[in-house]
T-cell receptor
Framework: GNSVTQMEGPVTLSEEAFLTINCTYT??????LFWYVQYPGEGLQLLLK?????DKGSNKGFEATYRKETTSFHLEKGSVQVSDSAVYFC????????????FGSGTRLLVRP | EAGVAQSPRYKIIEKRQSVAFWCNPI?????LYWYQQILGQGPKLLIQ????????DSQLPKDRFSAERLKGVDSTLKIQPAKLEDSAVYLC?????????????FGQGTRLTVV
């Protein structure tokens, strides 16, 4: 069945460092890919999405490109800030009998000043 | 627009007791999801509604969990009786269009501790 695999955390970086969080997926058909972020004490919120191969989603300096050939959707940011400290979830959405949305296990990011 | 509302935010109960969670989705959203998020894991889908009908409850432990969505709007999730392993955050989410590549909007969740 469809699944999402993320790199394990925590990821600890210094402010202004480059960030990569890896995400790979297994799916049939043409799924959509999402990155959600969960700040402490809050619910999940959409960070960015891509709905077809080679699409690049971007928001708040974060980017991810839908790579069908490598079944990947890695999250990147050129210069992280302390305020980016959160848990990041890669997610896969697809249409079955209804619209399905499944999540990876999450990667905690800690940015130090 | 108002977001997804959930209550209560926190709940502590003893094992074998019952508990209920409430969710009010974004107005007009036809699809409603309940996810269980155990500490350190990603959200796991428990049940999905389309309007007031269930479209996926394959991972709902039906011997103890139940859910309903009255009139296709608000939803409640109940656990009876609770077990220690039910300790988790219960997330409600809603989305607007079935079949489209649309995002789900999440509430803040209810943190359940079973002691």
């Amino acid at each position: 069945g469809n699944s999402v695999t993320q790199m394990e955390g925590p990821v600890t970086l210094s402010e202004e460092a480059f960030l990569t969080i890896n995400c790979t997926y297994t799916a049939t058909g043409y799924p959509s890919l999402f990155w959600y972020v969960q700040y402490p004490g809050e619910g999940l919120q959409l960070l960015l999405k891509a709905t077809k191969a080679d699409d690049k989603g971007s928001n708040k300096g974060f980017e991810a490109t839908y790579r069908k050939e490598t079944t990947s959707f890695h999250l990147e940011k050129g210069s992280v800030q302390v305020s980016d400290s959160a848990v990041y979830f890669c997610a896969l959405g697809w249409m079955d009998s209804s619209y399905k949305l499944i999540f990876g296990s999450g990667t905690r990011l800690l940015v130090r000043p | 627009e108002a977001g997804v509302a959930q209550s209560p935010r926190y709940k502590i109960i003893e094992k074998r007791q019952s508990v209920a969670f409430w969710c009010n989705p974004i107005s007009g959203h036809a699809t409603l999801y309940w996810y269980q998020q155990i500490l350190g894991q990603g959200p796991k889908l428990l049940i999905q509604f389309q309007n007031n009908g269930v479209v996926d409850d394959s991972q709902l432990p039906k011997d103890r969990f139940s859910a309903e969505r009255l009139k296709g709007v608000d939803s409640t999730l109940k656990i009876q009786p609770a077990k220690l392993e039910d300790s988790a955050v219960y997330l409600c989410a809603s989305s607007s269009i079935q079949g489209a590549h649309t995002e789900a909007f999440f509430g803040q969740g209810t943190r359940l501790t079973v002691v």
